[in-house]
Nanobody
Framework: QVQLVESGGGSVQAGGSLRLSCAASGSTYSSYCMGWFRQAPGKEREGVAAIDSDGSTTYADSVKGRFTISRDTAKNTLDLQMNSLKPEDTAMYYC?????????????????WGQGTQVTVSS
């Protein structure tokens, strides 16, 4: 059974940093695109960042230069380093994976996703 478990969320003041982690199990993710999307109350899902099996990355314009995505294929883990956080980054963040490619992770509904971890940024 495919399982994605997020950790590392929390509350931080604007300008601060957080690091999210995702542990994947139940499948071989080395060929999958993995990434993060977020959703704030009353807002649509927004793809944040994704990293493909070849290491290529995609970022939403809103987080470019502030967030960095990385993965450890051997350990089936995914990280998101978030710096210079803004109040508008406040949302539930979900780890996602899809064997169809990063377009689904960033712009559509991923095949798999976790339960989410809350990130709250105060001004």
């Amino acid at each position: 059974q495919v399982q994605l478990v997020e950790s590392g969320g929390g509350s931080v003041q604007a300008g601060g940093s957080l690091r999210l982690s995702c542990a994947a199990s139940g499948s071989t993710y080395s060929s999958y695109c993995m990434g993060w999307f977020r959703q704030a109350p009353g807002k649509e899902r927004e793809g944040v960042a994704a990293i493909d099996s070849d290491g290529s990355t995609t970022y939403a314009d809103s987080v470019k230069g502030r967030f960095t995505i990385s993965r450890d294929t051997a350990k089936n883990t995914l990280d998101l380093q978030m710096n210079s956080l803004k109040p508008e980054d406040t949302a539930m963040y979900y780890c996602a994976a899809d064997f169809r490619g990063c377009w689904y992770v960033v712009y559509r509904t991923s095949k798999y996703w976790g339960q989410g971890t809350q990130v709250t940024v105060s001004s």
